[in-house]
């Protein structure tokens, strides 16, 4: 993950926001008196809080292990 501190961001932010939108990559912006914060695009967002559901849900990571499963044995 790229880092810039937080007066970069402000003075090439919308170079900083090109780069996370059409790279798909994070970036961490810095700040001197608090903490940092992360970047990215909308779709790159989502896809994580899908992802993030999808591991939290049991019911649903069962379902994906026995389809895996049973799609292995159909291909052997």
Do not use: W
Not at 38 to 47: M, P
């Amino acid at each position: 993950m790229d880092s810039v501190s937080v007066n970069q961001f402000r003075d090439n932010l919308k170079a900083c926001i090109e780069q996370t939108v059409n790279t798909h990559t994070p970036l961490k912006v810095t700040r001197r008196a608090g903490e940092a914060f992360v970047v990215v695009s909308a779709n790159d967002g989502e896809r994580e809080q899908e992802i993030l559901y999808l591991l939290q849900n049991n019911s649903l990571m069962n379902q994906i292990v026995e389809s895996v499963a049973t799609h292995k044995q159909n291909t052997s």
